[in-house]
C-alpha cells in the first residue's frame, strides 16, 4: 500500500486513472471498516456515557444519602450520650425514691406502734367510773385539778399522734407515687436509649453500604469509560489517516485544469440553510476537540441538489467511505486553483461520471445514505486536493 501510494503521490497521467481508481476503492473498503469501527464505537460509548450519566446521578443520590446517615449518625451518637446521662440520673433518682418510700413506710409503721400503745394504754385505764375516780381520789381540789389536766393532756397527744400519722402516710404516698413516676421515667429513657442504640447501629450500617455503594460505582464508571474511549480514540485515529488518502487521491483522479467558464462562481447546491459547520467541533461525550471536513445543509429527503457551477462528474453512485450515494464534480480553474465538490448522503444520484453538468442543474436528492443520522446535504470542497471550508466559495 505505501508503495502504491507513494506512486500515486508522485505523480498522474491520464493512463493511470484505473490504478488510482482501484487504489482508491480498496482504500475506502478499509474505509467503511474503520467507519463502521467508529460507529460500532461510538454507539457503545454512547451507551457508556449514558451509563456514566445515570450511575452519576445515582452516585450524587448515594453521596447525599450518606451525608444524610452521617449527619443523622452522628446526631444519634450525641442523643444515646445524652440518653445515657438522663438514665444515670434517672437511675439515681429512682434508688433515692425507694429509699424515701421505704423510710416514709417506715415512719408510718413505727407512729402505728405508738398509737396502738397510747391507744391500749387509754382504753385499759378508761371505765364509766374514770371521771368519778378522778374527783374522788383527788385530796385536794389543787391535786384533782392536776388530775384532770393531766388526762386532757394525754387524749390531746393521743390526738397529735393520729394527726402525725396521716401525714406521714400522705408523705408515704407521695414517696410511692415520686417512686412510680421516676421508675416509669427510668423505662422510658431505657426504651429510648435501647431504640436510639438500634437506630445508631442501622445509620452506621447505611452509611458504609452508602461508602461502598460510592465507591463501586466511580470505580465501575470509570473503567467503562476509559475502555471506551480508548476504542473510540483506535478507530478513530485509523479512520483519520484513511480518509487523509481518500482526500488525496480523490483529488489527484478530479486533478481538472480545464477552463469550464464560470465567471459568476458558485450557487448554492441546495436550497436549505448552513447548519453544522466547516472546522473544529467539540465533543460531547468524549469532551475534546475534533475537525469536521464540511458544511452540512438541513434540507429534507428528496430536495433537489444542484451543480454549483458548470464542470465535469468526476464519479457518482455509491461509496464505501459513509457517504453513502457520494458525487464528485470538477469544475476545472477557479480562483487560481483546481476546485472539486462533494455531495454526501444522496438518496439519489441522477448523473454518472465523466457527464458535463451546467449550473443549477439537478444532479441528485437529499437523503440520509452512508452513515448518517438524518436527512441532509453534507457538502465538501477541495481546492487542489484539499479540504477547505465551503462558505468561502457561496
Not at 377 to 384: A, K, T
Request: aromatic content about 6%; hydrophobic content about 40%.
Amino acid at each position: 500500500m505505501l508503495v502504491v501510494l507513494s506512486l500515486v503521490l508522485g505523480g498522474f497521467s491520464p493512463a493511470s486513472a484505473e490504478s488510482l481508481k482501484s487504489v482508491r476503492d480498496r482504500v475506502r473498503k478499509q474505509m467503511v471498516t474503520a467507519k463502521g469501527d467508529v460507529s460500532a464505537d461510538k454507539s457503545a460509548l454512547a451507551k457508556a456515557a449514558a451509563s456514566l450519566r445515570a450511575s452519576q446521578s445515582a452516585l450524587a443520590a448515594a453521596q447525599a444519602d450518606l451525608t444524610q446517615a452521617q449527619t443523622q449518625l452522628a446526631s444519634a451518637q450525641a442523643a444515646d450520650a445524652a440518653l445515657v446521662a438522663q438514665v444515670k440520673a434517672a437511675e439515681a433518682a429512682a434508688d433515692q425514691a425507694l429509699v424515701a418510700e421505704k423510710a416514709a413506710a417506715a415512719q408510718v409503721e413505727k407512729q402505728r406502734a405508738v398509737i396502738t400503745k397510747t391507744v391500749r394504754v387509754a382504753y385499759q385505764e378508761q371505765s364509766d367510773l374514770v371521771g368519778f375516780s378522778l374527783v374522788v381520789g383527788a385530796e385536794t381540789p389543787r391535786q384533782m385539778s392536776s388530775r384532770l389536766q393531766f388526762n386532757e393532756l394525754a387524749f390531746n397527744s393521743t390526738s397529735n399522734e393520729y394527726a402525725r400519722l396521716d401525714h406521714l402516710q400522705s408523705e408515704a404516698a407521695a414517696a410511692t407515687k415520686a417512686r412510680e413516676a421516676t421508675a416509669a421515667s427510668l423505662t422510658e429513657k431505657r426504651k429510648a436509649s435501647a431504640d436510639n442504640v438500634v437506630q445508631t447501629k442501622a445509620l452506621a450500617a447505611r452509611a458504609e453500604a452508602g461508602k461502598a455503594k460510592v465507591a463501586t460505582l466511580v470505580e465501575a464508571n470509570a473503567k467503562l469509560q476509559a475502555v471506551a474511549s480508548s476504542e473510540l480514540r483506535a478507530s478513530q485515529a485509523q479512520y483519520e489517516a484513511l480518509e487523509k488518502q481518500e482526500a488525496e487521491l480523490s483529488a489527484k483522479i478530479s486533478g481538472d485544469s480545464e477552463d469550464y467558464s464560470n465567471p459568476g462562481g458558485f450557487i448554492k447546491p441546495v436550497n436549505a440553510s448552513a447548519g453544522s459547520g466547516f472546522g473544529m467541533r467539540y465533543h460531547p461525550i468524549l469532551h475534546y476537540w475534533r475537525m469536521h471536513w464540511g458544511t452540512d445543509f438541513g434540507a429534507s429527503c428528496g430536495t433537489p441538489i444542484r451543480a454549483m457551477a458548470n464542470g465535469k462528474v468526476v464519479s457518482a453512485g455509491w461509496t464505501t467511505t459513509g457517504f453513502g450515494n457520494y458525487t464528485v464534480i470538477s469544475y476545472g480553474r477557479m480562483f487560481g486553483a483546481n476546485i472539486s465538490s462533494g455531495y454526501a448522503h444522496q438518496s439519489k444520484v441522477t448523473v454518472r461520471a465523466g457527464q458535463r453538468v451546467t449550473q443549477g442543474q439537478v444532479v441528485g436528492y437529499v437523503g440520509t445514505t452512508g452513515l448518517s443520522t438524518g436527512c441532509h446535504l453534507h457538502l465538501q470542497i477541495y481546492r487542489n486536493g484539499t479540504r477547505v471550508n465551503p462558505m468561502r466559495y457561496l
